[in-house]
């Protein structure tokens, strides 16, 4: 239930503290008489081998997982922070000069007149207002999600120690503005990204410091059981769509056939391949 519109106008994620949840209540919707929900992501080159960013996957797969109609509206790096500004969507951070940061992914639901900026808030806004059969953040697990999510992708944990590896292959899919824009601004936070990690020992290395995050990762899936390929056993919560999604992402920035792709999708006995696979194929 997805469509795209071509090129036009485009946010990252903060994390369950940065949105109070101040939400309108749940109330049941038909799923056939909604609107598609307008999803702001960013373009690359080849549209045709599916959305990249890992943090703007984790709404796509929100939207898929809830079974919302959507459409995607591709905005520019450069773009982003005016498009944000003109549709009324919340910043999600502060930029090192002070001024407020925008990013993706942003959502634009017609059928409710709101806009929601980050994946974690989207992922709320969806079960608070669409009480589909699937909810994202099941009530009482809250405490749990927002947990979880830290110990994932807060500053020292794993999605950063993986994202290392991959940040200097981002530009090269990306169209010229937003891949001018990316080079310019990752190269004033990290250096020169070429040489960050490059491939060879030094790649192999933060690979395996990678692994070991997902190591620990790993132990708490298999908390839930034997066989089991979900966190909380057979049914996918929000914890499991933001794993899946950072695969899909990982995937699709190295490319399926890479050697760095063959080395994560063999972790954990295919655990997180078979995850981006099971929840990532829609995308």
Sequence with gaps: MHSQQA???????????????VLPPARPRSIMALEEIILYDI??????????????????????????????????????????????????GTNDDGTPAYTLPVIRDPNTNAVVSDSYAIAEYLDAN???????IPAGTEGFHAAFFSAIAGPHAVFP?????????VPGLLNPSSEEYFIRTRTAR????EELCPRGP?????????KAGFDV???????????????????????DVIVAAYMVGVKRIFGPDSDEWK????????RWAKLADALGTSS
């Design 190 to 193: 990290l250096g020169k990204l």
């Design 202 to 210: 030094v790649r192999d290395a933060q690979l395996e410091k990678s």
């Design 43 to 92: 373009p690359r080159k080849e549209l045709e081998k599916g959305a990249w960013s890992p943090n703007t996957l984790k709404a796509r797969l929100a939207l898929a997982f809830k079974g919302l109609p959507y459409k995607t509206v591709w905005i520019e790096y450069p773009d982003i922070a005016a498009h944000c500004q003109k549709i009324g969507a919340k910043p999600t």
């Design 7 to 21: 090129p036009q106008e485009a946010t990252l994620h903060a994390g369950p503290s940065a949105h109070p949840r």
């Design 263 to 270: 080395k994560i999708s063999s972790w954990h006995g295919g």
């Design 161 to 169: 120690q993986t994202y290392i590896t991959y940040v200097a292959h």
């Design 130 to 136: 669409y009480a589909t059969t699937r909810s994202l």
């Design 217 to 239: 990762v790993a132990s708490w899936y298999d908390k839930a059981g034997k066989d089991k390929l979900y966190l909380t056993g057979d049914t996918p919560v929000w914890a």
